[in-house]
């Protein structure tokens, strides 16, 4: 199938460690994103990576490290989880400035 | 900057009924907007966009410049609308395309 998609699609772990979440996208696309969801479903966007390099980025802790192997992964790691960090996150990719394919989502909770 | 807002957090109508999901947008640009639908505990999915100009499942959205406003409409509710729905804003952004969604509104369809 082609599509993207997240792992895990669960994550519940303790305050102070350090967790990654995988995406891979399979659609060719040469952009791909982060985005929070948080409790109140406000869905706001993290990072945003093209052809590996960085291009957006809002604010957001310097605990949160994107990183992207290559064009069709982008994995999110988090030093140091905070309370404030149980949120789901979405990947999503796009090609170019077209429409954008989300991922099922990781629901974070920090306990 | 670029701004959506979507001034219901809920709407509840009956089955049959005609739906508008409320979006007005601030943007200096020309702007590019989406409709996006998340049902119940799945990924966002692209519901329409401006530029196509299509109906899709019922629903169509005209971009109004002048009311600054994209607004979603239905003329006949299904059960099946029931979901959150968000309006998103394409703007560019240090060279890369942002996406800026409102915070959603929650589609109740009773019969």
């Known amino acids: 199938d082609t599509a993207v998609s997240q792992t895990p699609k669960y994550l519940v772990t303790q305050m102070g460690n350090d967790k990654s979440i995988k995406c891979e996208q399979n659609?060719?696309?040469?952009?791909m994103y982060w985005y929070k969801q948080d409790s109140k479903k406000f869905l706001k966007i993290m990072f945003s990576y093209n052809n590996k390099e960085l291009i957006i980025n809002e604010t957001v802790p310097n605990r949160f490290s994107p990183k992207s192997p290559d064009k069709a992964h982008l994995n999110l790691h988090i030093n140091s989880l905070e309370l404030g960090d149980s949120a789901v996150y979405f990947c999503?990719?796009?090609?170019?400035?077209?429409?954008?394919?989300f991922g099922p989502g990781t629901r974070l909770t920090v306990l | 900057a670029q701004r959506v807002t979507q001034p219901e957090k809920l709407l509840s109508v009956f089955k049959g009924a005609p739906v508008e999901l409320k979006c007005n947008y601030s943007?200096?640009?020309?702007?590019?907007l989406f409709w996006y639908v998340q049902y119940s505990r799945q990924r966002l999915q692209l519901l329409l966009r401006?530029?196509s100009r299509e109906s899709i499942k019922g629903f169509t959205a005209d971009l109004n410049k002048g009311e600054t406003s994209f607004h979603l409409k239905k003329p006949f509710a299904q059960e099946e609308d029931s979901a959150m729905y968000y309006c998103a804003l394409s703007g560019v952004v240090g060279g890369g395309n942002k996406l800026t969604f409102g915070t959603g509104t929650q589609l109740k369809v009773e019969l």
């Open positions: 999503a990719s796009s090609q170019a400035g077209n429409e954008q394919f």
């Open positions: 659609l060719g696309h040469d952009t």
């Open positions: 401006h530029i």
């Open positions: 943007y200096s640009g020309s702007p590019e």
